[in-house]
C-alpha cells in the first residue's frame, strides 16, 4: 500500500472528502455489545412470534376448519414462492441478510396478521358506520379499514427493521426488498384465511376454490407486494442520508400511496377485471421498470465506490468491472465455474459490493461509528477472496 495518508483518509479521485466522511478512525463498538444487543432482539422477537401465533393460528382455524386450514396452506404457497422468487431477483445484487428477510417474513405472516385482528374491532368501533347496513359495513371493511389498518400492520414491521438493522438497508432497492418480503407473508395468511374459509363455506367446492385461487393466486400475487414495496421504496429513499426524524416523516409520507392502491384494489367490485386491466396491469409493468431503474443505479454506484478503491491498488480496472457490472458479473461466474470455484467467486462479489456499501454509507454521514475497522476487515477478506478465486496464496496491498 502507498505511503503517506491512510486510504481511508483520502478521497477517490475527482473528489474532495466530504464534511461526512471519516477522518480520525473511531474505535468500533466491542464485540460483547453488540452479542447482548442481537441477543435481546433474539429474545424478544421470539416471544412476540409466540404471541402472535397464539392469535392467529387459533383465529385460522376456528374460521376455516382443520381441513379448511390445511387446504388454505397448501394453496397459498403457490403465491408466495412466486412473490419470494421476485424478491430473489431484486435483491440479487446486494443480497439482504437471510435472518432479517426471515424476521420481515414472520413479521408479515405473524405478527402484522395478529395487530390486524386485534386493531381491527377498535377501529371500528371508532371509526366505524353507525347503524349501517350489513353491505355498507363490507364495503367499509375493505375499503377503509383494510387499506389503513393492514397497511399500518405491514408497514410497522418494516420500521423496526429500518431502526434496528439501518446499516443493511442502504436505498430503495432494499427498502423494497423487505416491504415485499413482509407483504408476502401477510398475503399467504391471508390467503390460508380466504382459501380456507371458501373450503369449509362450499364443503370442498372445486369450481370455486378455483376461481378464488386464479383471482388470487394466479392473476394478483403481487397486490400486497406492490402496497407495501412503495412504503419500501420511499422509506428506503430516506435511507440514504440517515435521521431518525427522515425516516419517520418518509414513512408517514410512504402509507399514503400505499393505502390508496390498497383501497382502488379493494374498491374493484363487479369491475375488477376492467380495473384490472387498465390500472392494476399499467401500475405493475411501471413497478417492474422502477425496479429495473433502480437496480442499475445501486450498479452504479457500486461500480463509483469500487473505482475509488482501484485507485487505491486493491482492485484493477478489470476487476472493478468484473465486480460492479452485470455483465462482468456474469462473466466472471461462468469463468470461476469452469475452474469449479463459482462459490469462491461469489463471495468475491458479495464482499466487494458490501465493501462499496459501507463507503456509501460513510459518504452520506452513516455508520462512521467503526468503520475503519469494518473496511480494514472487508479489505482483508476481499484479498483472501480474490486468492482463493485464482488458487493462489494472498496478494496485494498489506494493512
Partial sequence: MTTGKPRWERPGPGQRPPQQELLVPV?????????AGLLAVLVAGTGLLIAGLAVVVPFLVRATGSAGFLVGFLLSLFPLVVVLLAVHLVDRWEPEPRRLLAFALAWGAVMAVAATTLIQPLFMGVFGPRAASAAQTAEFLATIEAPVVEELSKGLGLLILMFAARKYIDGPVDGIVYGMTIAAGFAFTENILYFGRLYAETSGSAASLAVVFTMRGVLSPFAHAMFTGT?????????????????????????????????????????????????????????????????????????????E?????????????????????????RWAASLGRRKAMRS??????????????????????????????????SRRERAAVLGIPPTGPQL
Wanted: zero cysteines.
Fill in 348 to 381: 468475491f462479489i458479495r464482499t466487494a459490493t458490501e465493501l462499496a456499501a459501507t463507503r456509501q454509507r460513510v459518504l452520506s454521514g452513516r455508520d462512521v461509528r467503526g468503520y475503519a475497522a469494518t473496511e480494514r476487515g472487508l479489505l482483508d477478506r
Fill in 27 to 35: 474505535p468500533p463498538r466491542r464485540r460483547t455489545d453488540v452479542r
Fill in 309 to 333: 478503491y482501484a485507485q487505491a491498488g486493491w482492485f484493477t480496472p478489470l476487476e472493478v468491472d468484473m465486480l460492479a457490472t452485470p455483465r462482468g458479473r456474469r462473466a466472471g461466474l
Fill in 231 to 307: 412504503l419500501g421504496l420511499v422509506t428506503g429513499l430516506a435511507a440514504r442520508r440517515w435521521s431518525p426524524g427522515l425516516v419517520l416523516g418518509a414513512f408517514a409520507v410512504g402509507l399514503l400511496p400505499a393505502m390508496l392502491l390498497h383501497n382502488i384494489w379493494n374498491s374493484a367490485g363487479e369491475d375488477f377485471f376492467l380495473l384490472y386491466v387498465i390500472v392494476q396491469l399499467p401500475l405493475f409493468g411501471a413497478a417492474v421498470l422502477g425496479v429495473y431503474l433502480l437496480r442499475r443505479s445501486e450498479a452504479r454506484l457500486t461500480h463509483r465506490r469500487l473505482v
